[in-house]
């Protein structure tokens, strides 16, 4: 049995709509699959400090969003960070503590542990000195851990000539350098959300 041109018109009808209301769909995307993922508030640089015995950690609930650094260890570091803010709340940071030392020019990557985001980060020494990391965990205003969601590690920057920040409403997790003021250092950052 024939179909009718009807039903023919009816089939192409239902794909073009269906087709039509996934590009909407797709189109009303704001870059975030995530409804409550937390906004970067009020960022700010610090005053730079000589990198060679440095010791910084961002104000009460603030987290690291970028750093820069000019020149050799005797050179200046400073760093950026924010509040966060998420559903009209700001997001806290508990559970604060410093890794173990790392050597620097070793390229060793350095990652947050699970559920912690940077906030501070202290260096002693050259290249060959050591370095720690402060990590927190970021708390939402009913007091639930907020999900991380991980990026991809920055293009590497030339140490002696860096500013990084990380992209629109992310914090950082992580850092990796390798040799000297001339190596090359990379950035891990990333979005929290519930």
Known sequence: MKKSPNNKNRNWKDKLITTSIFAV????????IFADEAKVNNSHWSQGEKESY????????NFMVGRAHSG????NTSYKCG?????????????????SSIKESDGTAY????????????HTGDENGT???ECGTPINKNGEIL???IG????????SSSKFECPDNSVMIGRRHAGDENGRTEYLCGKLAN
Do not use: H
């Open 152 to 159: 991809n590690w920055s293009d590497a920057v030339k140490e």
């Open 147 to 149: 999900s991380i969601i």
């Open 54 to 61: 440095s010791e910084f950690s961002c104000p009460t609930d």
């Open 131 to 133: 370095t720690s990391y």
């Open 111 to 122: 990652r947050c542990p699970q559920e912690k985001v940077m906030i501070g980060r202290k």
């Open 25 to 32: 769909l797709i189109s009303g995307w704001s870059g975030s």
């Open 72 to 75: 050799d260890e005797n050179g």
């Open 83 to 99: 509040n966060l803010v998420q559903n009209g709340g700001t997001i806290t940071s508990k559970n604060k503590q410093w890794s």
